[in-house]
């Protein structure tokens, strides 16, 4: 059985930092691009960053200058560290694999940027 489990989220300022956490379980990570997506109520699920088996590494939208996605294969882990948060990065972060498999969404972590 494949779990994805989110962590690090929680409330920070603008300007803020926050390092997300995502381990899998009943899956070699490792062979997978993972990324990391986000969800805001009444907003589609988007992704942000990604991260190849080679460790190429792309990003989109308005984190691509702040946001820094990386691997622990060891750990069976991928990270997601953000800086300089901003309001509009306040969402439900989740992991997946991309293209995404939906019956490995997780239950994300809460991500608020709010002064």
């Known amino acids: 059985q494949v779990q994805l489990v989110e962590s690090g989220g929680g409330l920070v300022q603008p300007g803020g930092s926050l390092r997300l956490s995502c381990t899998a379980s009943g899956i070699a990570f490792n062979i997978y691009t993972v990324a990391w997506y986000r969800q805001a109520p009444g907003n589609e699920r988007e992704w942000v960053a990604m991260?190849?088996?080679?460790?190429?590494?792309e990003y989109r939208g308005s984190g691509k200058d702040r946001f820094t996605i990386s691997r622990d294969n060891a750990k069976n882990t991928v990270y997601l560290q953000m800086n300089n948060l901003k309001p509009e990065d306040t969402a439900v972060y989740y992991c997946n694999t991309y293209p995404f498999k939906a019956e490995f969404w997780g239950q994300g972590t809460q991500v608020t940027v709010s002064s």
């Open positions: 991260i190849s088996r080679s460790d190429n590494k």
